[in-house]
DNA sequence: GGCGATAGTTAGCAGTGCTAAGTATATTGG
DNA sequence: CCAATATACTTAGCACTGCTAACTATCGCC
């Protein structure tokens, strides 16, 4: 373990803290928590799964997914449909409200970094675009 | 608003959420919770202050700092001293076994992104450290 | 001296993490 | 084929962390 990477670690950490808290206040505005929006953003872009690939995928335990999509679904945000192929699952979707709600969500977060990412050149754009896309990279692979 | 500053912006978002969860379950050994080990950090790596100033540096309001640092006294983390010059402040000092906590998590997490960043080259992990001392800056001046 | 501003606390709510324990269905081994 | 085990999910209950509203105490200024 180098110094460098324990110096990168402890960057990488700070700064996803300082740039959440940043970014929550805009997202309250949606009436929706960010664990619950971010479950709907997998559901929108990465399409309907079981609330188990949902937990996995948010990196939850199935407890804590099962509490959120009860409240996607009373939020009228998603739906679930029974699995054909196993009566215990159900398929979660999200419904039209909830596709509009992420996309509500996303327009006001960019508002909101976009005073943050505008004194970026693109050379600067790309090297955190490389860097975030590094960080999922890793966390997804990295599964353990 | 470019179409680029939104898909950075989102990488970013999905970036910071997904690296958090990851690293939270180690920190969870340590016995404190990530608000307050955040806090710790701040008062052991920026020095004391007040509750004011170390609500402001975590972007978040009183009352959650109060008993955020409520907790860290509680656990022996930190103590407060009264402000000499305003009756109505504290300064905020994190204890011998808050610093030991924090250089303790500070471990805990590295070894958890260890395996993480591993695979990195030196031109990779510039970039990612790079990327964070950029976010962390836009986040300094852009303060609201 | 008094008035508005600032530092901090308390109370109470919502959201999100967890474990433990329970139900229902699937799968597997005998 | 049936019993044991494993898996999908729920419920209950706890801890932490965010917020606002309402309060107290002190400061700074006229």
New binding site residues.
């Given amino acids: 373990m180098t110094p460098r990477a324990r110096a990168v670690a402890d960057r990488l950490h700070s700064a996803a803290i300082h740039l959440l ?1 940043r970014v ?2 805009h997202d309250a505005a949606l ?7 971010s479950a709907l953003s997998v559901l929108v872009f990465g399409g309907p799964r ?4 949902l937990a996995a995928a ?7 997914m ?6 996607l679904e009373r939020a009228g945000l998603a739906r679930r449909e029974p ?1 054909p192929t ?5 398929v979660i979707h999200p419904t039209p409200r909830g596709r509009a709600t992420v996309r509500r969500g996303r327009r006001r977060r960019v508002a909101a970094l976009a005073a943050l990412l505008a004194p970026l050149d693109h050379r600067r754009l790309a090297e955190l675009e490389g860097a975030a896309a590094c960080v999922e990279a890793l966390l997804e692979e990295g599964r353990d």
Same sequence: chains 1, 2.
Avoid: C, H, N, Y
Wanted: net charge positive.
């Fill in positions: 808290r929550r206040r009436g929706v928590g960010p664990a619950a929006l079981s609330l188990s690939r948010e990196q939850v335990r199935l407890p804590t099962s509490r959120i999509v009860a409240g699995d196993d009566r215990r699952a159900f």
